[in-house]
């Protein structure tokens, strides 16, 4: 990835509704020009696609939780991410090193749905143990840097 196509993907995580041709005004190209890079970077995984920004309180889903999960046994990344695809509550995943196999970040339209989501999540038969941190406010939530500086 060379520095045009790191200004490329700067002006798309500022807006991703950007135009090849107003792209191209910034990084100098033509719009067929930005296109060409920017379908390359979807071919080699560097951009995974494009999405809207929606904030979860507005959709209703503003309780959150982080839960570290510990599974019994040794559980594979593919078997704990099979565990957690039923829940709709689950917005995200990840293994991590430590005591907790897993940290799940879980969104809930209230306390009580929070509750049922952590009762859910707790009943998956690999699961041994939870300890869940129940988030008050958001202090800062940012996306990945843009531009290496």
Known sequence: MDS???RIVSQLVADARSSYA?????VGLSAPAVKRRVDRLLDRGVLRGFTAVVDPEA??????AFVEVRYRGNVSPG???ASLEPLPEVVAAYTVSGA??????L???????LEDALERLRGVDMIDRTVSTVVLSTLLERS???EPR
């Open 4 to 6: 045009i196509d790191q």
């Open 22 to 26: 107003e792209i191209g005004k910034v």
């Open 59 to 64: 959709l209703g889903w503003g309780t959150e």
């Open 79 to 81: 078997q704990i991410r």
């Open 100 to 105: 907790a196999d897993a940290i799940v970040h």
């Open 107 to 113: 969104r809930a339209a209230d306390i009580h749905h």
């Open 144 to 146: 990945p840097p843009p």
